[in-house]
């Protein structure tokens, strides 16, 4: 079985009003109680699997579930135990699980190793079903609590849980993608990847930390980008469609689980980086893969809200990057400190979780999930031969003309206007990433080889646009502290030998073979 589901933490003061909106028609409310199965060493939990025994009822029900094919997909197994004798223990059995894809998954990663009980969880779900054109959809209200039990002469942990998961039960996933919007919209809620079992690993492991004697809890780890997963690449058989919704099914596994934890109140420097990193990912992806499938990208609707929320991410007092960065090489040439205020037109922003957690972010964010939602076995016959043919001629001439134009910019780099070198370092940047999304079409060694030519051009014109913000921001402070004009002009009198440096960089990408050809 696979699940096509959205599930959403709800804010503890719009619980009441999402349960009365809920009991507006006929629900079905169960007592769920479950006991969850890793190995000591957690390596169901590593690889984003799942395996428990849930009480519902009086019947017990043996489940698995892993990771699937995009942030919509999860592989789902349950095993209907039913009622038990009375006194008999209920165990967990794997072979309950033999012959499906999640078994597959338990398998591999097991190895045999054993099991042992991690945590527990103790809920109370509210379900209904509603009916939205010719789709039926469940929505299942889940409160209560996750708990790692005492261990050790320490008490135990309790995480508290309010979800509304929204699965589709049959029918379409825009209509799902519909409902999900309208609920996440009228009720404040976030979509979140965090599980009732990641949960309770995560509740393991502050347990054993405070068992070895540590008191500090573990930050949440942001999560980098990953290749997308192409059916039949290696085939050259990938439709428009498909080399589209997976392209924005990676990004979305790097921008979910950090909003997640962003919305969750998480504040770490490198949550927010990595958000950024994903979306600007993702607009690239928008921008240079309209082409092979064109008309099915709601860009409209969705860049001007991806744009905001980049700036809105990176939005800082102004001189930040100055205080980061350039302080300690400004003392080599003997600058003195300066006090960088910020600006006194700096235009208010929401932090990083008002941003996430706004109406705005989720609402695009729900549909771009529903976007990269894998299709029906219908729709998911391979490309034809000259579909495919097409596809990689497409994304070869998006390669060729944004290397070419690069190349181009090399050669007169030190004479651009500022804009314009700034236009170049955005280019390198979409070169990259195409390049990546799109290394399955060709030969993946050389694709790499392409791109680690790409990188000392992007360090070279990335650190050169921070010292032209750098010289902005000492200018404006000169104003009120006239020491900062010793950092613009030691700055400005680096500026010619960085641009040529930056020139050469991009003229070397004549070195770099084309893995497209």
Sequence with gaps: MTEIEFKFEIPAHRLAGLQKDLARAQTVRTHLQARYFDTADGRLAKNNAALRLRKEGRRWVQTAKALGDGPLHRLEHNADLGVPRAGAPVAVDLQRHDGTPVGDVLARVLEDEPLVETFATD???????????????????????????????????????????????????????????????????????????????????????????????????????????????????????????????????????????????????????????????????????????????????????????????????????????????????????????????????????????????????????????????????????????????????RLDKLHRQLRKAGKRFEQLPPDQQHRARKRLKRLRYLAEFVAPLFDKDKAHRYVEHLLPAQDTLGDYNDDVVAIDVYRAAAEQAPRAWFAVGWLAAQRPASAHACAKALCALGDARKFWK
């Design 123 to 397: 809920i109370w779900r509210s379900t209904r079903r509603a009916r939205l054109g010719r789709s039926i959809v469940e929505l299942a209200l889940d409160t209560g609590r996750v708990i790692a039990p005492a261990s050790d002469g320490k008490p135990e942990r309790v995480a508290v849980v309010r979800e509304l998961e929204i699965e589709l039960v049959s029918g379409s996933v825009a209509d799902l993608v519909e409902l999900a919007q309208r609920w996440s919209q009228r009720h404040g809620l976030w979509f979140s990847t965090v599980s009732k079992a990641e949960r309770g690993e995560r509740l393991r492991e502050a347990q054993q930390q405070q068992n070895q004697g540590s008191s500090q809890e573990e930050e949440a780890r942001a999560v980098k980008a990953t290749p997308p997963r192409l059916r039949d690449a290696e085939g050259g058989k990938v439709s428009g469609a498909e080399l589209q919704r997976a392209v924005v099914a990676a990004c979305l596994a790097q921008i979910l689980p950090n909003a997640t934890e962003i919305a969750a109140g998480a504040t770490a420097p490198e949550l927010v980086h990595q958000l950024r990193v994903g979306i600007r990912r993702l607009r690239s992806a928008l921008r240079e893969l309209e082409s092979v499938a064109p008309g099915r990208f709601d860009t409209a609707v969705w860049e001007p809200v991806l744009v905001e929320s980049f700036r809105a991410l990176g939005a800082q007092p102004a001189g930040d990057v100055a205080r980061a960065d350039l302080h300690q090489r400004l003392q080599a040439p003997g600058a003195r400190r300066v006090e960088l205020p910020p600006a006194d037109d700096a235009q208010p922003v929401p932090s990083p979780g008002e941003l996430v957690r706004g109406a705005a972010f989720q609402k695009v964010l729900v549909a771009l999930i529903g976007f990269a939602a894998p299709p029906d076995d219908h729709a998911a016959e391979p490309a034809d031969k000259d579909e495919a043919t097409a596809v990689r001629k497409a994304v070869a001439q």
